[in-house]
């Protein structure tokens, strides 16, 4: 479908962002490495930017940005050089906007930003397969546990900080005529769902590629886990034994997805089998690979009462997503650039460092790392 998304879901995303993590490698552990000098070694901890009630230091404005980046790298993207600046500004833009709706929070708004948390943690540790895997991406993105509970809570507050303000009203006959005026906005692509096995023919530690030698031993190993897998033995099982793909052996190499998210050669297997056929070995940029299918879903409508949210949002109490949720979304998009003006005016928002200001920003800009040229695992969603 393509449907705007939750209207707070690009701060989120960009400020908290870890649910979109299943299936992208962790970067080596870097733990160890000296830790550069930061600016406010050197400048002190200056106010960068203050109004009633909150001041933002430069000490958190840098975590942010060094956190941001730290999880492009592991996730095998970049940050061009020249769009830092930019990055800060956006980054600033937003911790300002996390205050100015905690400003506003009520008891209630804080006790369901505190479940919305709970339940965004439930669901990211759904998506990797297990606590350790978890752990895992959450140490390769330079966070704890409480700090990303903490990010996610205040985050989740002022989601519905929103809701409650902007309280948006859409009627059942709004909803039922967008959805007949739109029936695009509500196809679903054909889809499978498969596991797969990789041994990859990179070293796990530098990216280097094997040697010849090593890549052939790897091929000799990929043919025997193929007869195991044609002759019955539980494929998931294999999967989370020998797979290299860090992203999906704890959940047995399982990847749901539709045509144009995954390599090439990959996908082209994938949706050539059948249901429960075993693949041939198939070679990408990033190994040897077999793969299993399990399911195979057709191209579909989706029906009026629902929408899938993956494609569009998670409602915390695990129901989807109906039209009407859709367009009251969007009505809060509308709305919400002018009531965060409002906000920033009653606060009285100033931006001290001249090098952090910026003309106008909309106040849902997202600054999440733009994608190196390097491939994706085969096996990934495409960046």
């Excluded at 552990?29 to 430069?58: C, H, M, Q, W, Y």
């Excluded at 007869?227 to 020998?242: L, P, T, V």
């Excluded at 290299?244 to 089998?273: H, I, N, V």
Aim: glycine fraction near 4%; hydrophobic fraction near 35%.
């Amino acid at each position: 479908m393509k449907l705007l998304k939750h209207p707070f879901a690009l701060l989120m995303a960009a400020v908290v962002c870890l649910l979109p993590m299943a299936g992208r490698p962790a970067a080596a552990d870097n733990s160890t490495a000296p830790a550069k000098p930061k600016t406010t070694d050197l400048f002190g901890d200056s106010v960068v930017a203050r109004g009633k009630g909150f001041e933002i230091k430069r000490s958190q404005l840098d975590d942010e940005v060094i956190r941001l980046k730290a999880m492009a790298a592991a996730r095998n993207q970049s940050i061009p050089p020249e769009q830092s600046s930019l990055l800060e500004k956006q980054v600033l833009e937003q911790l300002i906007q996390i205050q100015l709706l905690q400003s506003k929070a009520t008891d209630a708004d804080k006790v369901a930003g505190k479940e919305l948390a709970q339940k965004r943690l439930a669901e990211a540790k759904s998506q990797l397969g297990s606590d350790e895997a978890f752990d895992r991406r959450l140490k390769s993105e330079g966070l704890t546990r409480d700090q990303l509970v903490s990010k996610w809570t205040d985050a989740g507050t002022a989601e519905t900080v929103v809701k409650r303000e902007l309280k948006p009203n859409v009627t059942e006959d709004e909803a039922k005529k967008y959805y007949e005026d739109n029936p695009a906005r509500f196809e679903e692509p054909e889809k499978v769902r498969a596991a797969h096995i990789l041994l990859s023919t990179r070293d796990q530690a530098t990216n280097a590629e094997l040697s010849e030698d090593k890549k052939a031993a790897k091929r000799k190993q990929m043919e025997d886990l193929l007869k195991r897998a044609r002759a019955g033995e539980d494929f998931g099982k294999m999967a989370k034994e020998y797979s290299d793909d860090p992203g999906s052996k704890d959940k047995g190499g399982e990847y749901t997805f539709p045509r144009g998210q995954m390599m090439p050669e990959f996908e082209s297997a994938a949706f050539s089998l059948n249901t429960n056929q075993v693949s041939d070995i198939v070679t990408t940029p990033y190994g040897f690979h077999i793969i299993k299918v399990y399911e195979k879903m057709p191209a579909h409508k989706e029906s009026y009462g629902g929408i899938d949210t993956k494609t569009v949002y998670a409602k915390p109490d695990g129901t989807k997503a109906t039209v009407k949720d859709v367009l009251s979304d969007t009505a809060m998009q509308k709305q919400f650039p002018d009531f965060m003006r409002n906000l920033r005016k009653e606060a009285g928002v100033e931006i001290l460092d001249e090098k952090l200001k910026m003309e106008e920003l909309p106040p849902t800009s997202n600054p999440s790392p733009s994608p190196s040229s390097a491939p994706p695992p085969a096996a990934t969603p495409k960046q």
